[in-house]
């Protein structure tokens, strides 16, 4: 509840209102809405659980469901209000991060950087991991693009597993440290 009365305050200072269940706009009257692209009975159903929490704020987003080939189309050319989606990262990142967030990638069609971000201080921290040598730059320059990711708010966690899973080839087993 203090979370959707904070969310609430930005809301209204942002130029939103409820009019009874329904967020709108205070001069248009619009109301706050989106459409959630998905192609997956997973993707839908997550959608709608997010759906049903954002309808507390008065937001109703409308769920589009489309064909593989569609929603690629419209992935690729950025023809979306919203998509799920996950970037697997290697252990040790690199230079695929320009790929996936830099300013440069918002501009070109086909890259990851489906959130649009455009922000120097992305660009700046991925240029200081590209150029680390050490492994203490390295964790220095991954640990500062994260924080620029998280304080620009461009993805939505859905969830994440606590423990890692664990199985070998002969004998499965919990291992006694994880």
């Avoid at 942002?14 to 001069?27: E, H, I, M, Q, S």
């Amino acid at each position: 509840r203090d979370t959707l009365k904070r969310a609430l305050a930005l809301l209204e200072s942002a130029g939103y209102a409820l009019d009874g269940t329904v967020l709108r706009n205070r001069v248009t009257k619009q109301p706050f809405t989106f459409e959630i692209l998905v192609t997956t009975r997973e993707q839908e159903r997550l959608a709608l659980a997010y759906a049903r929490d954002l309808k507390r704020a008065g937001i109703v987003p409308r769920i589009r469901v489309v064909d593989a080939v569609q929603y690629d189309q419209r992935r690729l050319a950025y023809d979306y209000d919203m998509i799920e989606f996950r970037w697997d990262q290697s252990l040790s990142p690199g230079n695929e991060q320009s790929f996936y967030w830099s300013a440069a990638a918002a501009e070109q069609n086909g890259s990851r950087n489906y959130m649009g971000a455009k922000s120097a201080a992305i660009d700046a921290m991925i240029d200081a991991l590209i150029k680390a040598q050490t492994r203490p730059e390295v964790v220095s320059a991954v640990r500062a693009l994260d924080r620029a990711l998280l304080s620009g708010f461009y993805t939505i966690p859905l969830f994440h597993l606590p423990d890692q899973w664990l199985a070998r080839w002969t004998t499965i087993e919990r291992p006694h440290v994880t």
